[in-house]
């Protein structure tokens, strides 16, 4: 059964710094790996989706990394600001089944500080 | 940007009552999902639809479960006698296609049972 692992829980950084945000996934028969950021109360904004054929995916400040043969991926944020601030799920969607659900992470909730 | 719509924003319930959980997917997509997450706990996947039917649907997914797409923009969620442990957010979800292109979430709809 698939499993994803994202680990800090938490992490708090002073502005500017750049940081790495770690996803892990126990099954790497995979069909790609999405990326959310989810605001308090909110719901979930998609940030990027890397295809299981992808390295890497970029948007902005964003860089994500997939390594399927060892179920890790990284999102990257750069210069980081304090609107930053969320928690930030992978999800990964498996073969099989006729659509193919998300499966998530816990979340790692980052906090960004002035 | 097009954006998943849900209502209401926060819902109340007794016990046992039933209640019906509204989303508006994306007018051109054609894929939709439902999502839950318990205070602290992982989104996690209830069913997905397509073409009128459902296409998957997660042991979560029981008898007092039933989706519905009644008209050409509405999907719902029908939980027919709520329980205290179905107190959580709810997501509807939808994507342009099955596997391939993200799924795109909408701010959900907080469920508290009493």
């Not at chain 1, 043969?69 to 304090?82: D, E, H």
């Not at chain 2, 997660?58 to 009644?70: A, G, K, T, Y």
């Amino acid at each position: 059964k698939q499993e994803v692992t994202q680990i800090p829980a938490a992490l708090s950084v002073p502005e500017g710094e750049n940081l790495v945000l770690n996803c892990s996934f126990t099954d790497s028969a995979i069909y790609n790996l999405q990326w959310f950021r989810q605001d308090p109360g909110k719901g979930l904004t998609s940030l990027l989706l890397i295809q299981s054929s992808q390295r890497e995916q970029t948007s902005g400040r964003l860089n994500a990394s997939l390594d399927k043969s060892s179920g890790r991926s990284t999102l990257y944020i750069a210069a980081s600001q304090p609107g930053d601030s969320a928690t930030y799920l992978c999800a990964v969607r498996e073969y099989g089944g006729s659509q193919g659900n998300l499966i998530f992470g816990k979340g790692t909730k980052l906090s960004v500080k002035p | 940007e097009p954006e998943v719509t849900q209502t209401p924003s926060h819902q109340v319930t007794q016990m046992g009552q039933e209640v019906i959980l509204r989303c508006v997917p994306i007018s051109n997509h054609l894929y939709f999902y439902w999502y839950r997450q318990i205070l602290g706990q992982k989104v996690e996947f209830l069913v997905s639809f397509y073409n009128n039917e459902i296409s998957e649907k997660s042991e979560i997914f029981d008898d007092q479960f039933s989706v519905e797409r009644p008209d050409g923009s509405n999907f719902t969620l029908k939980i027919r006698s709520t329980k205290l442990e179905d107190s959580a957010m709810y997501f509807c979800a939808s994507s342009d296609e099955g596997s391939g292109q993200p799924q795109h979430f909408g701010d959900g709809t907080r469920l508290s049972i009493l």
